[in-house]
């Protein structure tokens, strides 16, 4: 990690969290690096995104359906119990509370309808935890649309009942017996798929990474964690603004969505990694999945296997605006272990009634670890954005207590 202090004045220029400068780049990072095909294919993406993003028609379609079908705005829930034993008043954002439990269903909703006004009868989706599969294959009954969802064995194992939901809603589940058969492998089968079915397929990328214009327009179907947040955090706090805003990272949608909220407030931003999927903390530079970002690799440049006991931080690398946030000192990635992900998991069920995922549990476990170390001064306003429930996770659980 680099030797300098943590976090730099937030930098005000509306370029931060903005759109990407020319061709998908943010800093150093970002771009479009496939095949022929699927650069003509995310041309077309990027065209259609950019009308129907300043569409009225749209929005408010995507609103309405964000609000009658996926429950939103979620709620911002004061942690009192929790609070009070770690000396701040820490706020959840709710994600947890969408309908299929995880944020992910904003960006898909965005992207289906997306895929609707380009014509396309299919969405093709990569999952790792099984919540961006659910959210896909959701979407697609609700809009009259066929799903067709690529996800490593070992993660097809550990998850069986957002397999099964998936199979539910009339998906199809493919899986994926190469490399680590996690969510990398399932990235890059799904980005297969797509080259030979880009007529009539849009391609959902589940997060904020893979090739422009992928990594701005999925932050941007996420900016509704960030922008309620923020209207609900002046409601709530004297001083409007939270001193901390934190958020898990696997690829770094919901904490990008989070943050894009708060990226020109004085706001302290905070993403937390699993240790062994510690993209934007010790990623080097590399291309990947279609863009060039942080991941982890040996000395050849090989991408190494990210471990993680929560599927959705099983990623060896971080969206590329992540990348560029940390260079600027905007934000700061910190990881933590396993273990504690765990034990912030059973603490919060046990001092709030709320089971959180493994993923989200790793943001708590660095707020829990920050407090107790003094990093997290006594009295501080911290807001975290609790990404999914725990249902998914109850067998990797069981295992343990
Ligand atoms: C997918 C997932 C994540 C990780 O994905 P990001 O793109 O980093 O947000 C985190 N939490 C939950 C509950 C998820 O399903």
């Given at each position: 990690?680099?030797?300098?202090s943590p976090w730099r004045e937030p930098v005000h220029s509306t370029g931060t969290m903005?759109?990407?400068?020319?061709?998908?780049?943010?800093?150093?990072?970002?771009?479009?690096?496939?095949?022929?095909?699927?650069?003509?294919?995310?041309?077309?993406?990027?065209?259609?995104?950019?009308?129907?993003?300043?569409?009225?028609?749209?929005?408010?379609?995507?609103?309405?359906?964000?609000?009658?079908?996926?429950?939103?705005?979620?709620?911002?829930?004061?942690?009192?119990?929790?609070?009070?034993?770690?000396?701040l008043r820490?706020y959840?954002?709710?994600?947890?509370?969408?309908?299929?439990?995880?944020?992910?269903?904003?960006?898909?909703?965005?992207?289906?309808?997306?895929?609707?006004?380009?014509?396309?009868?299919?969405?093709?989706?990569?999952?790792?935890?099984?919540?961006?599969?659910?959210?896909?294959?959701?979407?697609?009954?609700?809009?009259?649309?066929?799903?067709?969802?690529?996800?490593?064995?070992?993660?097809?194992?550990?998850?069986?009942?957002?397999?099964?939901?998936?199979?539910?809603?009339?998906?199809?589940?493919?899986?994926?017996?190469?490399?680590?058969?996690?969510?990398?492998?399932?990235?890059?089968?799904?980005?297969?798929?797509?080259?030979?079915?880009?007529?009539?397929?849009?391609?959902?990328?589940?997060?904020?990474?893979?090739?422009?214009?992928?990594?701005?327009?999925?932050?941007?179907?996420?900016?509704?964690?960030g922008d309620?947040a923020r209207e609900q955090c002046a409601?709530a706090l004297r001083t409007g603004v939270p001193d901390h805003v934190i958020a898990?990272?696997?690829?770094?949608?919901?904490?990008?969505?989070t943050f894009a909220g708060f990226a020109d407030t004085p706001a302290r931003l905070t993403g937390?990694?699993?240790?062994?999927?510690?993209?934007?903390?010790?990623?080097?530079?590399?291309?990947?999945?279609?863009?060039?970002?942080?991941?982890?690799?040996?000395?050849?440049?090989?991408?190494?296997?990210?471990?993680?006991?929560?599927?959705?931080?099983?990623?060896?690398?971080?969206?590329?605006?992540?990348?560029?946030l940390?260079?600027l000192g905007r934000a700061r990635?910190?990881?933590?272990?396993?273990?504690?992900?765990?034990?912030?998991?059973?603490?919060?069920?046990?001092?709030?009634?709320?089971?959180?995922?493994?993923?989200?549990?790793?943001?708590?476990?660095?707020?829990?670890?920050a407090?107790?170390?003094?990093e997290l001064p006594?009295g501080s306003t911290v807001l975290m954005?609790?990404?999914?429930?725990?249902?998914?996770?109850?067998?990797?659980?069981?295992?343990?207590?």
């Amino acid at each position: 990690m680099r030797n300098v202090s943590p976090w730099r004045e937030p930098v005000h220029s509306t370029g931060t969290m903005g759109e990407p400068r020319g061709r998908g780049r943010f800093g150093a990072y970002g771009g479009r690096y496939a095949p022929e095909s699927l650069v003509e294919a995310c041309r077309e993406v990027e065209e259609v995104f950019r009308e129907a993003w300043v569409d009225p028609g749209f929005r408010g379609a995507l609103a309405e359906l964000l609000a009658l079908h996926a429950g939103r705005p979620t709620p911002l829930t004061p942690a009192r119990r929790m609070s009070e034993e770690l000396g701040l008043r820490l706020y959840l954002k709710r994600e947890d509370l969408t309908h299929t439990g995880s944020h992910k269903i904003n960006n898909v909703l965005g992207q289906a309808l997306l895929a609707v006004r380009m014509g396309r009868r299919k969405l093709i989706a990569e999952t790792g935890a099984g919540q961006h599969g659910v959210a896909t294959a959701t979407a697609a009954a609700l809009l009259g649309l066929e799903a067709t969802v690529f996800m490593g064995e070992r993660d097809i194992e550990r998850q069986a009942l957002n397999v099964f939901r998936m199979r539910m809603l009339g998906a199809e589940v493919i899986p994926v017996t190469t490399g680590s058969r996690t969510l990398k492998d399932a990235t890059s089968e799904a980005m297969r798929h797509w080259v030979g079915a880009t007529g009539d397929s849009h391609y959902c990328v589940g997060s904020v990474v893979g090739p422009d214009p992928y990594p701005w327009m999925v932050r941007e179907f996420q900016r509704v964690i960030g922008d309620e947040a923020r209207e609900q955090c002046a409601a709530a706090l004297r001083t409007g603004v939270p001193d901390h805003v934190i958020a898990c990272v696997g690829g770094g949608s919901n904490a990008a969505g989070t943050f894009a909220g708060f990226a020109d407030t004085p706001a302290r931003l905070t993403g937390v990694e699993a240790e062994g999927g510690a993209g934007a903390a010790r990623g080097r530079l590399g291309v990947l999945h279609g863009c060039r970002s942080l991941f982890l690799q040996d000395d050849d440049g090989q991408i190494n296997q990210a471990h993680s006991i929560a599927a959705g931080l099983d990623y060896p690398g971080v969206g590329p605006e992540h990348a560029h946030l940390r260079d600027l000192g905007r934000a700061r990635y910190v990881t933590v272990t396993d273990d504690e992900a765990v034990g912030a998991a059973i603490r919060l069920a046990r001092t709030e009634g709320i089971v959180p995922a493994l993923e989200s549990a790793h943001a708590l476990a660095w707020v829990i670890r920050a407090a107790d170390g003094g990093e997290l001064p006594a009295g501080s306003t911290v807001l975290m954005t609790l990404s999914g429930r725990g249902d998914k996770d109850i067998s990797t659980l069981k295992e343990l207590l």
